[in-house]
């Protein structure tokens, strides 16, 4: 696993294989002694995944809600990339597909993936290597953002 580390979390999410994103904070959160344990520092462009479930918790300073002590690691996010010279490995840069329509299976995998235009990510898995989109042929990968 790349990259683990400790998290707080809301003790009903505190569980092993939860998959998450970097929520939107309130800007009293900033301001918390805890906000660096919550994952304050966490990308909001990248997916973590609780590994482990730890017994410490603490009280929410701003909301009194309980928090659990999570450990978690960076998850490969599901998208969309043209085919073309795609392969296991290589870097590529983001670049979002043109699919308009709402009900196409495959619509979530090409606006919701939270990346850039131009971020550079690496292909760690071919889901799906042969995707008709508006005429073009597209792959279904799970990929890592790189830093």
Do not use: W
């Not at 196409?104 to 131009?118: A, K, N, P, R």
């Amino acid at each position: 696993m790349q990259n683990r580390r400790v998290v707080l979390m809301p003790a009903g999410s505190a569980k092993i294989g939860y998959v998450f994103r970097k929520a939107q904070v309130d800007s009293e959160c900033t301001k918390c002694p805890l906000y660096a344990f919550c994952g304050g520092d966490l990308s909001d462009k990248k997916n973590y995944k609780v590994i482990e479930v730890r017994d410490s918790t603490k009280k929410c300073p701003q909301t009194g809600e309980d928090l659990r002590a999570v450990e978690i690691s960076e998850e490969p996010i599901a998208l969309i990339v043209d085919k073309k010279g795609i392969m296991k490995g290589i870097t590529v840069k983001y670049r979002q597909i043109p699919c308009e329509n709402k009900f196409d299976e495959y619509y979530y995998y090409c606006h919701e993936t939270g990346l850039s235009e131009g971020d550079k990510i690496t292909i760690e898995d071919i889901l799906v290597d042969n995707l008709e989109i508006n005429g073009r042929r597209y792959a279904l990968v799970k990929a890592v953002l790189k830093n």
